[in-house]
């Protein structure tokens, strides 16, 4: 049987090979260098690779979503699935669960790598308050991860805007869209496309400027809704847009 | 770049012409007076109208909806969609995201306005203790929110009881129905109608004082289970039953 | 209407007959000695018990389950339904909420006894820190609870490993697989399987000192990736694995 004890000796700087690094948002980063048959199996995984890149997170979305996208454009690697659990530590988002496949550990493990520092970076859009959280994502030129989970045009800009509670982010889809001449790509609301989240998402792409307008304007109205429900929201990073 | 000392500087007195109001259980109304065209057609909503009011809460179901039910009894307009994201802050229950639409801003904004103040009252059968929760809800002529719901015939007594851990619920449901003569009009657990809420819901319907009773009878139960637990539930309100 | 003094009142000391006990992680157990006919219409149990027993807790499945087969193993009692409901309070996994049929009340509230006892036994391979959680299992002979909800083959042995935010729960069961021939029964996911929980969550069968094999190696593996998220986890129990 386990001594409790023994947890307390357990080193918080993990010496496993699997181990890639942690970030915000609880998140961590591992890699599978050739993973086990009959789990392979399982996993239903229709993609030939066996090492595997693992991004995953209690909170956040939209934010490693794009990380990931950012890992995969610049490495020899490829997106194998990403699920949104219901998440968030308490919040009424999702938190990811993104696995990328490569031919070599290396590659993975780069790529893991990419994606942590990048969702560190686009922690920067998102905002959590007592009441509810917004969050934020650009993409000058959307890749595969950006397309799987949000239909994005591969290399077009991309954009993308949530709030919650789930009426505040549908306030700032129509504003956004009003703002500026871009296309809807992805509407989602607690009963479709989210894991029962209390959030509407919309995604746009466009030309870049008409893009980032819009994202620009739905964050205007999102804080301002936000804040009115009567506390200031926090940033886990620094705001970037 | 946004300064993140700028978001200190946003009023939480909200000036946008969308916002109407908040309430009790992190709820927000407000209104889009006419809603962008191709958002419209994302939402897929099969009704003629372009000004919608949105009620939307992190805590609470049944007692939003029954307020939305007195929203559209006493205006010009009609519930267009109800959804229950998996919410409550971090407790076993739902938030709620409600869409109703009419043909003047005025019209959506005065429903809204009447929904918020509902809210409140109805908020006062809402118990929530460390353990888990309790919702009641009482209507003496159900419309067609709690029709679009839960089943209840328009024009007629409607009671709806629900506990967490769902256990409590169901027992609260058993005593309710052998405690008076009502219809059992819909049954909700984990895997079935709910968004996996930790909750068995029942609604009922006949005579008036035959559903009063059985609700009174669920609470009863409900809050001798519930403190049996180990702590004494807070009320967000005044209780009204 | 209900003076809300009147709640501080009511015992902890529940004296209803339905009132079986609870345990740790805000667990009830309560029976049902002759559920209400029109209640049971819709609960579609295609079984012919009255007398019901009910375990249902706001954290913990596999625990939860595991005692839940305990007690039908040593009770003329049969499960009726499992239900795994998005909860643990806050962090990323299920609640339970057990139903078990039988033909006479004292049978089924020995059932639930026996299960509330488990349930506080097997809460010590439950590991929650700060950033996530781990839950273990482990069962010498698997009956049908454990096969209901796992696929665990009827009479043999039986092991359980689940690791949140899900990359660590999919570290564990390939590096469990690695260590020991057994052969994996089932695998969950954010999307597959589970309420959208943020786990990765894997059954295994096979000799039994297999089995255990597996899940202790899964049990270091995630305590090491767990911890590296910065926080030691507390144990609702005491461990006896």
Redesign the interface.
């Known amino acids: ?4 004890n023994e ?2 000796k ?5 010496s ?1 090979t ?2 890639v690094g ?1 970030t915000v948002l ?5 890699v ?1 260098p050739g ?2 048959d ?2 392979l199996q ?2 239903q995984i229709d993609k030939p690779y066996k090492s ?1 890149g ?5 909170t956040g979305a939209a934010g490693q979503i794009n990380a990931a996208d950012e890992a995969v454009k610049s490495t020899n690697t490829e997106i194998i699935s990403i ?5 968030t ?4 988002g999702h ?1 990811n ?1 993104i696995i990328i496949g490569g031919y070599s550990v290396s590659d993975v493990r780069r790529a893991v790598e990419i994606a942590l520092e990048y969702t560190e970076k686009y922690a920067g859009e998102l ?1 959590i308050s007592e ?2 959280h917004l969050e934020f994502t650009y993409s000058a030129s959307a890749s595969q991860a950006l397309n799987m989970a949000f239909d994005a045009p591969i290399g077009k800009p991309f954009g993308f805007f949530c709030g ?5 982010g ?2 700032m ?3 956004a ?2 703002s500026s001449p871009v ?2 790509i992805k ?1 989602m ?3 479709r496309g ?7 998402i ?1 995604a746009v792409t466009g030309d870049a400027s008409a893009v980032k307008n819009a994202v620009l304007t739905a ?1 205007e ?1 999102g ?3 936000l ?4 506390s ?2 926090e ?1 886990p990073g ?4």
Not at 1 to 4: G, N
Not at 54 to 58: D, G, I, V, W
Not at 164 to 168: D, G, L, N, T
């Open positions: 049987m386990l001594d409790i947890i307390q357990i080193s918080m700087d993990c496993m699997e181990f942690t609880d998140t961590i980063g591992l599978i993973v086990n009959a789990l399982q996993m595997l693992l991004l995953s997170s209690r699920e949104l659990p219901r998440d530590k308490g919040w009424g938190g669960f905002y009441a509810g919650s509670p789930a009426a505040i549908l306030v889809a129509d504003l869209l009003k296309e809807i509407y609301t607690p009963n989210t894991s029962h989240s209390n959030e509407i919309a964050r109205v804080l301002q809704l804040i009115s429900m009567g200031y929201p940033v620094t705001p970037y847009l």
